[in-house]
């Protein structure tokens, strides 16, 4: 008898589950946007990025994040335009 009514309530739990899952409500909730991001078109954020690297450390990021010297190089920073413009032959030591 016992295992009667655990088998009801087993396949009870299984259609409830099955209807929840096809009905397209989504179980988690979905995270929220990083802070840099909000505020943003959805267009601007969403689709493959260019990616470039850094001219002064080589360090990549997307080309929006990015500081154009004036000969369009890119920077990861305004103080690695600066150093690099002021002193083009130096790049900065790797590792530690």
Partial sequence: MLLKWIGVILLV????WLL??????PTA???APPQALRGQPAA???GPQTI?????CDLHLP?????MGPDGRPYCSEAHRIAHLSDPGRR????A
């Fill in 13 to 16: 739990a299984v259609v409830w």
């Fill in 63 to 67: 080309v929006d994040e990015a500081f």
């Fill in 20 to 25: 929840r899952r096809s009905s397209g409500q």
């Fill in 29 to 31: 909730q979905a995270p």
């Fill in 52 to 56: 470039v690297a850094c001219t002064h």
């Fill in 44 to 46: 601007r954020r969403s």
């Fill in 92 to 95: 900065p030591s790797r590792g």
